[in-house]
């Protein structure tokens, strides 16, 4: 398995936070995961191979895959897209902010009757 390459990174929710890559891939499928560690989100894009497809990896296919990491703790983030070995991303957000979740106010119980 090897990374798909990610060109474009958009935001679609701030809670739960929500992103949405663009790119391209040569295999099979691209298959996203992402993990929350700390003020760190990273998310991995895949270029996957199927097993006994009997066609190489030679097609450059594009891509637009929706993943959601949940709600978090209220903050500031940074979230990298496929980092190598060392830590280098393809794609780098830095600042991406967590608000607050807004609470749904209970309903007040109703008084005793007299």
């Known amino acids: ?17 929500t992103f949405r890559l663009v790119g391209s891939y040569t295999c099979d499928k691209v298959q996203v995961n992402s993990s929350v560690s700390g003020k760190d989100i990273t998310i991995y894009a895949y270029d996957v191979k199927n097993r006994y497809t009997g066609k190489g990896c030679d097609a450059s296919l594009g891509f637009r895959k929706d993943i959601s990491v949940g709600v978090l703790v209220p903050g500031t983030y940074t ?11 393809q794609k780098k957000l830095n600042g991406f902010i967590a608000p607050l979740m807004p609470v749904t106010p209970t309903p007040a119980a109703p008084a005793p009757a007299p």
């Open 1 to 17: 398995m090897r990374f798909a390459s990610v060109v474009k990174v958009k935001v679609l929710d701030d809670q739960p936070a």
């Open 79 to 89: 979230v990298l897209i496929n980092p190598d070995a060392n830590g280098k991303p």
